[in-house]
């Protein structure tokens, strides 16, 4: 019987009713022939809510108790799961709940952010071979010493889509509040249009660059182990969602997939430094040492022979990082940082850009023509990304989005 | 080193505040020069809680999915335990929580109520060796085919005393919101006096009498491994509480321990009944296998060579009683059923009562003197309940303290 998995965030377990609407959903896909594991996150905010309590008995409980954090975070799923099976063996279907360790999720030692070694998955298949729907709680595994793990961010879509790699899965199915992967969020973009079937590379790009709707851990998994991802919306059957496959391209045709964006960054222009390859090196180990993530570096050289060095950061590391630039102007000689908040990186996604001299251009010019200033450029072989003022980023995902075509174009 | 088990109730690990109190505790204990295990229930309502989400899923849970309803419910102690063992770690000493998996604590299959066959502590005496405070989770445990089981009512205190037993431990505290043992509850006898030292039959009976403070299966436990049982308040660090012991007790002389009480009885009196020893046990066979437990069963002849069956049931059982009361008195010819709910069976707990004749006139004259209607009556070598109306609850209670001088003469 093929395998089908499936995941379920914690807006599609929030509530006793939404589960039962997930019970169905999954005896469906059983019914249909399949066989059948399910993971599911925490229930609605429990996740955030046991943080919040670790928070009220001690300090930085992340830091300083990784090992009990994760034992208390890992309560979470444990209760959504068990509640599934529940509400699918009152549907007539036989299920059992596994915990990360019993599904033998196997990460490293990592507390909060562990990354999964191999799924030794002989119990899922055993529940599988008895005739059982098996639901899997996401996020969470056991390292090798036996201890409880927690995978951190986008762990659920990562534990579905490593399952499916480990069990040759037919497909990993994700569970989301949205239709699918869409030319540009529909929100910000009225005429955004859903993206039927996209790369796996595209993929990881529009999800790094802030697209909500999968975590790009997981699709770099898919990638991997060439597992088949859809993305679909709990709320519709009849939707197909959003195949991420390796797909067949026309060669050499540049093919735009889409628009994602996120806010929250900013701008730091170290200025007068001296031009050489070191001092550079010095700001960039400096700032790494102090935690604050440089995005999109840039340098510029002077008239007179110092050089100005552009880095864009996440605002929330702004202060360590003026902090960072002050010691650094203080030791390599230099005049002055000079700092902007308030930015968004938007990121155009598309295979085939490479070489394509076109796309600047007409980016540039569509930005221009609605007076959006560009602070800052990136680009990869698949992707351009714009840093533009927080409060343009609607407009600049619209023009972008007119720009190439994307609601007709768009796959 | 001594090593010393602690248990902190449901209450004690109630809130943020109440676990940083009970760290403090902990790692005083181990200051003192102590290895510490400390066994937490978990977080106030948190198991109410969860059980009630299972029933807003599905139907009686407990019945249809016991395997589930455990996995469920074990995420309660396992958010206790790692917020205890941050506040510990946050007081300087290092401590780790474990699962009833992780702590060995093996049951038998019965999920929902299932009984500790066998504590292999390896792990745990590991832990302690490695110099740290182990908190494990109460009320859970792990069967031979590794399934996630639940021990029911009293659950965290016979996971303590069997961890006691088990680590061969010096002493299990359980920490409560009392100071310990009375003579009767001080809420309905301003007079009773705390029981400094209580054998463990005569504890055994009072808490199955109805004293709330420690359940008998813990007892039972503690007795058959002679591990000394400290009950103690969780809110003053100056009260020995009570010691529950082998007690070497002087010869032949009546000890009265104390009273415990407990309403929601019934009385179901079945008139008429063929005098047979065959229709008694077909009655209690019948109410048996209708899930109806019986209390205080007695019989009485009539002049017409008829018997009258009086049997005291739970008043949550009343219905179920008189609808298998129907149907015997149709299969075994009778005349009627008599039902009286409203009920309160108080206990009188006392080593040495065997064969003193003195005991029982003295009880009953106490009650007449007052006006109290008693219903039924049973003994054991150490204990005599009464069946009194539930309105007579408190004064039957006191009628009774006074009577036998226990302000007084309670150890």
Not at 14 to 36: K, L, S, W
Request: charged share 25%; proline share 4%.
């Amino acid at each position: 019987m093929p395998i089908l998995i499936q995941k379920y965030g914690g807006t599609s377990v929030g509530t006793p009713e939404r589960i039962r609407r997930v019970a169905q959903r999954v005896v469906a896909a059983r019914r249909a022939g399949n066989d059948v594991v399910s993971v599911v996150s925490a229930m609605g905010h429990t996740t955030d809510e046991l943080l919040a309590l670790a928070e009220a008995v001690t300090h930085d409980p992340r830091r300083r108790h990784p090992r009990e954090l994760d034992m208390l975070l890992t309560a979470g799923e444990r209760m959504a799961m068990a509640l599934t099976a529940m509400a699918i063996n009152d549907l007539g279907e036989k299920a059992i709940s596994l915990t990360g360790s019993q599904a033998a999720i196997i990460t490293d030692e990592a507390h909060t952010g562990a990354r999964i070694e191999e799924v030794r998955a002989t119990r899922v298949r055993e529940e599988l071979a008895a005739g059982r729907i098996v639901i899997v709680a996401g996020f969470q595994g056991v390292s090798r010493a036996r201890e409880v793990t927690t995978l951190g961010r986008g762990g659920s879509d990562t534990t579905a889509v490593a399952l499916a790699a480990a069990l040759h899965a037919e497909r990993c199915d994700i569970y989301t509040d949205v239709d699918g992967v869409f030319t540009a969020d529909p929100r910000r973009v009225p005429d955004a249009v859903l993206v039927p079937e996209i790369d796996y590379e595209e993929m990881v790009e529009l999800a790094s660059a802030g697209a909500q709707v999968l975590h790009p851990r997981a699709v770099e998994i898919g990638a991997r182990f060439q597992v088949p991802i859809r993305v679909r919306s709990s709320l519709r059957d009849d939707h197909p969602g959003t195949l991420i496959t390796r797909r067949k391209r026309t060669m050499e045709r540049l093919v735009l997939t889409g628009l994602a964006s996120e806010s929250g960054w900013a701008r730091i222009v170290i200025r007068g430094l001296p031009a050489t390859m070191a001092a550079t090196a010095r700001v960039l180990s400096a700032f790494a040492a102090a935690g604050v993530s440089v995005d999109m570096a840039g340098h510029a050289e002077r008239p007179d022979g110092r050089r100005e060095l552009q880095l864009t950061v996440p605002e929330a590391d702004l202060e360590r990082a003026q902090e960072q630039a002050a010691g650094l102007l203080d030791s390599l000689g230099g005049e002055r940082a000079d700092v902007m908040g308030g930015l968004s990186r938007v990121t155009l996604v598309g295979s085939g850009m490479t070489g394509e001299p076109g796309v600047y251009a007409r980016a540039f010019e569509a930005l221009v023509a609605v007076g959006i200033e560009v602070y800052a450029l990136s680009s990869s072989a698949i992707t351009i990304s714009f840093l533009v003022p927080q409060e343009a980023e609607d407009r600049t995902l619209q023009a972008l989005h007119d720009a190439f075509a994307l609601a007709r174009e768009g796959i």
